[in-house]
């Protein structure tokens, strides 16, 4: 019995973060190639993250390639360079993304948020208001 309770919660940990997922985006993310998938559920998950873990953001765009190439496994990515648009700033952000094979869960997820990217360089970097 302990067993089949252990297993209902740990089944329950992994569908409550993908019903909290918008059924328009779900369905959308559906649609596209399993990479590309992977890129915008964490993309996605960023600008949750963001806007929900911090009030004075309200993330509304992200690139995760804006200062380097991210790195790339199967089911996970590490950007390192990326930034994300606030209220029409932009800001450097360093995360970690891991999803379940089907990358529609996000299991594990770390960000930091670094400086101001002053408006003098978002055209070199090609971030835009």
């Known amino acids: 019995m302990k067993k089949l309770c252990l297993m209902v919660l740990a089944s329950l940990t992994l569908v409550l973060p993908a019903k909290a997922m918008d059924n328009a985006l779900r369905a959308g993310l559906m649609k596209l190639d399993p990479r590309?998938?992977?890129?915008?559920?964490c993309d996605a998950e960023v600008l949750d993250r963001i806007s929900h873990d911090?009030?004075?953001?309200?993330?509304?765009?992200?690139v995760a390639y804006a200062f380097a190439?991210?790195?790339?496994?199967?089911d996970a990515i590490k950007s390192s360079g990326a930034a994300f648009r606030s209220k029409g700033q932009w800001y450097r952000l360093?995360?970690?993304?891991?999803?379940?094979?089907?990358?529609?869960?996000?299991?594990?997820?770390?960000?930091?948020?670094?400086?101001?990217?002053?408006?003098?360089?978002?055209?070199?970097?090609?971030?835009?208001?």
């Open 36 to 41: 590309t998938r992977l890129e915008q559920r």
């Open 54 to 62: 911090d009030r004075n953001y309200k993330a509304d765009r992200v």
């Open 94 to 129: 360093k995360f970690k993304c891991l999803t379940g094979p089907d990358h529609m869960q996000v299991l594990q997820f770390r960000y930091k948020i670094g400086d101001e990217i002053p408006e003098s360089d978002w055209a070199k970097y090609n971030l835009y208001d």
């Open 69 to 74: 190439t991210p790195q790339m496994s199967a």
